[in-house]
């Protein structure tokens, strides 16, 4: 079953603890990319890897570091959490003009 | 700025009726366009695009328009199921070689039995 897998699912830190989210995609797609969901303002680009060793900066990229070091995993990190970084975060991966999505980590940074 | 609006955040439909999704955008590189369905808990799941090359695309109770001149798409559901009750966003793309989609803020819609 073609599926994008993250985790954790949930997860509660304290600010400053780094963190971070696995995402493993089974497709063999070499586009994927990192999103936050937020209340208004809907799902926003973090960070995308187009490629193993190609990563680019999103809308929002701010305090937040990936790596793409094998076609399926693309982890997001976190060096230094900060509270306005609670969101809902979701990987895709990309194939064939359409984006298959994880199921979501939510995250409380306190 | 966002390029992609969804200016309504909720919808309300009668089961059988017909849910009209609207969505904006301001950029006119975009060519392709998307829409996915969110239940809770869940990750987005595609359910339908169109390319700036057609004006519609249909698909099983699911149809899409696009007009270009507005620079508006729409989803329309024919008949509203309960099961379509989610939260939908629209999705925009550029000029091949641009990677990067472009999402609306979402519209919760609630088909009402």
């Not at chain 1, 493993?24 to 926003?44: A, K």
């Not at chain 2, 799941?45 to 698909?59: H, M, P, V, Y």
């Not at chain 2, 507005?70 to 009750?85: E, F, N, T, W």
């Not at chain 2, 999705?91 to 609306?104: D, E, M, R, V």
Request: charged share 20%; with cysteine.
């Amino acid at each position: 079953e073609a599926q994008v897998t993250q985790n954790p699912r949930y997860l509660i830190t304290v600010t400053g603890k780094k963190l971070t989210v696995t995402c493993s995609q089974n497709m063999n797609h070499e586009y994927m990319s990192w999103y936050r969901q937020d209340p208004g303002l809907g799902l926003r680009q973090i960070y995308y890897s187009m490629n193993v060793e190609v990563t680019d900066k999103g809308d929002v990229p701010e305090g937040y570091k990936v790596s793409r070091k094998e076609k399926r995993n693309f982890p997001l990190i976190l060096e230094s959490p900060s509270p306005n970084q609670t969101s809902l975060y979701f990987c895709a991966s990309r194939g064939l003009g359409t984006q298959y999505f994880g199921p979501g980590t939510r995250l409380l940074v306190l | 700025d966002q390029q992609v609006k969804q200016n309504s955040p909720s919808l309300s439909v009668q089961e059988g009726r017909i849910s009209i999704l609207n969505c904006d955008y301001t950029n006119s590189m975009f060519d392709y366009f998307l829409w996915y369905k969110k239940y809770p808990a869940e990750g987005p799941t595609f359910l339908i695009s169109i390319s700036s090359i057609k004006d519609k695309n249909e698909d099983g109770r699911f149809t899409v328009f696009l007009n270009k001149s507005a620079k508006h798409l729409s989803l329309h559901i024919v008949p509203s199921q309960p099961g379509d009750s989610a939260v939908y966003f629209c999705a925009a793309s550029g000029a091949s070689g641009t990677y990067k989609y472009i999402f609306g803020t979402g519209t919760r819609l609630k088909v009402l039995a």
